[in-house]
């Protein structure tokens, strides 16, 4: 029996275990680089490690710091989240060897699917379905569109689309090394890609005696960058001959390599030719396994220790043909859907979601969330955007996806900016709704675009004014908004989505006649509560100011009832230090330069690369703003850089 397991991860997928383990009576052992050493988990843990290494993105791969760290706090057992080590055979067996427990698949099972050309070729001889693989010097124009993928790959890494031969060279350099500085392994192979097929995946469990349970499939369709964004289970609107082909395939792929414990097997499913194709196994617990323990009211990680200890897996979790009701989980990314999904960084000032349950079962209809983070922890460039999944069970797919976009609306997030926005346009959308989905739906669905709310403007305003007012130490008995030429307003500009405003106003509590509203505003816990009247409505609407420098921009964050806006408010004064130059290249996030692609002198067009950029394991082109001469390069391959940071200047014409 387990007494004492220590997670190698990090973050969400680290707490998930905990939550487990302390309802098993199982202690826990976190080990973390520096830069997490305030997120939760950390916390969370009975014992906590520091991880040495000399870039917070290499700790976690110290397997002789993660088995140290086993010895000095008495782990018996070893869990290794999802990532990183989870799918490195050379970790388990160094596990089994220093005598612990691997809460993991054999050593060999992950060296069998852990080479995807290799695990092709096995599944091939096992008779489950696979696309045939490319010769990359032999691809021709009519095998296009194709599929650059990495070998030992995983989560979207080291993966490109190509549709024109003259970009299958420079997308196989690229992806080579992508999947070389994310996995160590820079082997990538080619396959034919299918334009809209569907990405579905089945939930399998061995239990080390040669039987193997299939707990249902999940359509993980919904994807940015071949990284998934919104999943569901079960997968909506397929045929009960195409799930149980699904079932078999799953079953026949984890018994060719003698698997144990939990594991996916992933399959792209053609709906116009009706067909499956193996893609691949993951052999560890996926992201997105809560929506499979919702509706199969199981607890994957209590049955990853239950095989991991040799324990008869209870009789009600070998029922794995019922389903119950109907899960979709959304996973909330600090990233900027608009730039091109840029990782976002920085303080997490709140992250508030309501919610039913935290990493655990529903007794009822209702959300359950899985967070790494908490209000006030700093989102560093190192690691995954991922913030937190929340997940949405109902007796219906109608009412879990209405359920989980009312839950995303009432959602408070300040601080970073989220894709939560993108996840509210996808379950609104008439094809999402219909159950229309495939790998190109979410390149269609257009991004929401939303014109500045007057409300939000007279709320930032207000609250601005209120700071201001309680900050000043002269003249407390005078009303804000004072002054004795009362025919002229005093001005405020702020700026929402890089689009600037000025706003009128006057008198206290303020009017703003030129918007035709007026707002109230008091104090509320660490925030405001403001009731903006317009247009014959009140609106309530609360939010917070974030402290900055005198001379810079400060942010106020509005809370309406559908969303959250940020708004900048500008000073009266720009400050000169924060200026650049015309066709300055800045940083648009915090990472390394992986290479430099144009010198100084050279001419360039508008869109052309001149940088590369490696933020949170996924590299970044920076492109030209405009047709040029690069005057200035300010960096070097290697150069660890902050968001803001001048990298090149392009100059136009005589400038140049």
Not at 125 to 142: K, N, Y
Not at 240 to 249: G, P, W, Y
Not at 488 to 511: F, N, T, Y
């Amino acid at each position: 029996m387990i007494t004492r397991l220590l997670v190698a991860n990090r973050a969400e997928i680290t707490s998930r275990v905990f939550a487990t383990c302390r309802r098993l009576g199982i202690q826990t052992v976190a080990v973390h680089s520096p830069a997490d050493a305030g997120l939760p988990f950390v916390a969370e843990a009975d014992d906590a490690v520091v991880l040495p290494g000399n870039a917070p993105a290499d700790s976690y791969l110290r397997v002789d710091a993660i088995l140290a760290a086993a010895r000095v706090t008495g782990a018996d057992a070893i869990h290794p989240g999802y990532g990183f080590l989870a799918e490195n055979a050379a970790f388990a067996r160094a596990v089994l060897d220093a005598g612990l427990t691997w809460v993991g698949p054999p050593p060999e099972a992950i060296e069998a699917m852990g080479d995807k050309v290799r695990a092709k070729a096995l599944m091939r001889e096992a008779g489950v379905p696979v696309l045939d693989s490319l010769e990359p010097d032999a691809v021709t124009q009519a095998d296009l569109p194709v599929l650059v993928k990495a070998a030992a790959g995983g989560g979207g890494r080291g993966m490109r689309v190509v549709r024109s031969l003259d970009d299958l060279s420079a997308a196989i350099e690229a992806a080579q090394a992508e999947a070389l500085s994310a996995f160590g392994d820079g082997t990538v192979f080619v396959e034919p890609y299918v334009e809209r097929g569907r990405h579905v995946e089945v939930q399998v469990v061995g239990y080390g005696d040669g039987r193997v349970s299939v707990y249902g499939e999940r359509d993980c369709s919904l994807q940015r960058r071949h990284q998934k964004v919104v999943e569901e289970a079960p997968a909506p609107g397929l045929q009960q001959a195409t799930r149980e082909a699904l079932s078999d395939a799953a079953m026949d792929a984890a018994l060719a390599v003698g698997y144990v414990g939990a594991g996916t097997v992933e399959f792209l499913y053609d709906e116009l030719r009706d067909a499956i194709y193996f893609l691949e196994m993951n052999t560890r617990l996926q992201v997105e396994h809560p929506i499979t323990e919702l509706v199969h009211a199981v607890d994957l990680v209590e049955l990853q220790i239950g095989v991991a200890e040799r324990q008869k897996v209870p009789v009600m979790w070998q029922n794995t043909g019922t389903t119950h009701g109907h899960a979709v989980e959304a996973r909330l990314y600090a990233e900027d859907p608009a730039s091109s999904y840029q990782p976002q960084t920085g303080r997490l000032v709140t992250l508030d979601l309501p919610h039913d349950s935290a990493f655990g079962p529903l007794d009822r209809a209702g959300i359950r969330v899985d967070a790494g983070f908490v209000s006030g922890d700093e989102v560093s460039p190192h690691y995954d955007a991922m913030l937190a999944k929340v997940i949405s069970w109902a007796p219906s797919r109608e009412q879990a996806i209405r359920q989980l976009a009312g839950v995303l609306r009432r959602a408070r997030i300040h601080g970073v900016t989220t894709n939560r926005e993108q996840l509210l346009a996808i379950l609104a959308d008439e094809r999402f709704a219909a159950g229309e989905v495939s790998t190109a739906l979410l390149d269609e669905i257009p991004l929401p675009t939303q014109a500045a709310d007057p409300v939000v403007l007279m709320a930032a305003a207000a609250i601005h004014l209120a700071e201001v007012a309680a900050a000043r130490t002269t003249h407390p008995g005078v009303a804000p908004g004072w002054r004795n030429v009362t025919s002229q307003l005093h001005r405020i500009r702020v700026a929402v989505d890089g689009e600037e405003h000025e706003i009128g106003w006057r008198s206290w509590p303020p009017e703003f006649p030129e918007l035709d509203g007026r707002a109230a505003v008091t104090p509320d816990g660490a925030g405001w509560r403001v009731a903006v009247t317009h247009g014959g409505r009140t609106r309530h609407t609360g939010g917070l100011i974030e402290p900055a420098p005198p001379g810079r921009p400060r942010r106020v964050f509005v809370d309406t009832p559908d969303r959250s806006t940020a708004v900048l408010v500008l000073p009266r004064f720009t400050d000169p230090a924060a200026a650049h130059a015309t066709g300055s290249l800045l940083a648009p996030m915090p990472g390394t330069v992986v290479s430099v692609l144009a010198a100084e002198g050279a001419a360039v067009e508008a869109g052309q690369p001149v940088l590369v950029l490696e933020a949170m394991k996924m590299q970044h082109t920076v492109t030209a703003p405009t047709a040029g001469t690069v005057t200035e390069i300010t960096v070097e391959p290697g150069r660890q850089v902050a968001a803001g940071d001048l990298l090149a200047v392009v100059s136009e014409g005589e400038e140049a």
